[in-house]
């Protein structure tokens, strides 16, 4: 099957039907109406825009979808919008507060459909958002006013869904993937989806897109800018705000395997590619019979707010387990799988080291010297140092339950409110 015909098919699959589109639409604009007459009627001084996808055309299918709209406060309301926006939804409608850089609201309109109502400040110049999302209203208008061929339209979609597929799509940072906005604008600076992958595998050193020419070259870019802006392996200048890199939060671990899918792509095309894959636990286990490396299920939960912040709390926990269990075991296989609530399942696959380097106090220090000899019977002294040399004996379930209940109050600091090992 041709490159080509898989991406018409593709796109047919992840569009959703006009009926659908328009159904949706509507919802939109019948709570957007009952907004506006709630600010007219409060002598609120704001506008509302929609913002997202369905602003910019580029809705992929979803089981449940989600609109982005924003109202526009004028800047005298400085920082009481988001109490402004709490008082205007209070009494009216069912709604989850989500804190944030600033706090927006969630709002169900449909058991297949939610909004999320953003307060944002209007302003005259970039220079003067106050937040991130302020700027939210020039990047609607610039991708409007950029793209306007529906081919392009179409490439980004696939993009989207190729990219959520192989869960990279997300600037969270459990995610630190590809924005929508950020697509929208690599998509329209390569051209097609096609050369947009074709130039992301050809990437090996940091890549630099100044779309609008907002900088004489790389080099003013990079004194110029914030260094924090400047970690991500793609450095993509906001056309609408040149401070701004629009690919900050896109780690090199999210581009790299990124990257990855893009080549399987291009050597091997399928529609496969734009479907998300479901870890098979059972595969897992079956690869590893016979061998020596054993299998690990943990399941965490939080108590901090699903999304963005739960997310990143359970993966700086997975991350640690990691660290904890690299100390002692080769890890060969892993995954992290949260389900955007409050609770994550990962797993380790991996087998005792040959043999571990402890490290000991000073040898000046006799006291503790001694204690550690008569832990350790296989000891040597170096540059100042006791060392010992010692096997790995302890299963990896077994090493995990010690670990639990070593670590009761670290695990309590980190957020994490129960940790099971399910197998």
Same mark, same amino acid.
């Given at each position: ?140 208008? @610039? ?108 780690? @090199? ?84 799988? @949260? ?85």
């Amino acid at each position: 099957m041709k490159i080509n015909s898989i991406l018409k098919e593709v796109l047919e699959k992840i569009s959703p039907s006009d009926e659908k589109i328009a159904d949706l639409k509507q919802k939109i604009d019948e709570f957007v109406k009952e907004l506006k007459k709630d600010l007219n009627e409060k002598g609120i001084d704001a506008e509302i825009f929609v913002g997202g996808s369905f602003a910019k055309n580029t809705v992929i299918k979803k089981d449940k979808y989600d609109a982005d709209i924003f109202i526009r406060f004028e800047q005298k309301y400085g920082g009481k919008i988001s109490e402004i926006t709490k008082k205007l939804l209070e009494g009216r409608k069912d709604f989850d507060l989500i804190h944030g850089s600033r706090d927006y609201f969630r709002i169900n309109l449909d058991e297949d459909f939610f909004v999320e109502l953003i307060p944002v400040i209007k302003f005259k110049t970039p220079k003067e958002a106050e937040n991130i999302t302020d700027l939210s209203y020039s990047h609607v208008n @610039y991708i409007n006013r950029k793209v306007k061929s529906k081919k392009i339209l179409g490439d980004i979609k696939l993009a989207k869904a190729f990219c959520y597929a192989n869960k990279c799509y997300g600037a969270e940072s459990y995610i630190r993937g590809f924005s929508g906005y950020s697509l929208e604008l690599l998509i329209y600076y390569y051209g097609s989806f096609l050369k947009f992958l074709k130039e992301m595998v050809k990437v090996r050193d940091k890549l630099v897109i100044d779309i609008e020419k907002s900088y004489k070259n790389k080099k003013e870019i990079l004194m110029n800018m914030n260094g924090s802006k400047l970690i991500s392996p793609i450095i993509l200048i906001d056309p609408t705000y040149k401070q701004r890199n629009a690919l900050a939060a896109l780690s @090199y671990e999210s581009f790299q395997k990124f990257k990855k899918a893009c080549a399987d792509f291009l050597k091997k095309p399928s529609l496969e590619s734009f479907e998300i894959k479901k870890t098979n636990l059972e595969k897992i286990k079956k690869s590893i019979e016979g061998k020596k490396e054993e299998f690990v299920l943990i399941e965490a939960n939080t108590n901090k707010q699903e999304g963005d912040i739960a997310g990143s709390k359970l993966l700086k926990f997975y991350n640690h387990l990691n660290e904890e269990i690299s100390k002692f075991f080769e890890i060969s296989n892993k995954g992290f799988n @949260y389900n955007g609530k409050k609770a994550t399942r990962c797993f380790f696959v991996a087998k005792p080291k040959k043999e571990i380097l402890i490290e000991g106090p000073n040898i000046k220090d006799r006291e503790n010297v001694r204690a550690f000899e008569k832990v350790h019977k296989n000891y040597f002294t170096k540059k100042g140092k006791i060392y010992a040399k010692e096997t790995v004996i302890i299963s990896l379930k077994k090493f995990m339950e010690k670990w639990k209940n070593k670590n009761v109050k670290k695990i309590k600091e980190m957020y994490i409110t129960e940790m099971k090992i399910l197998e």
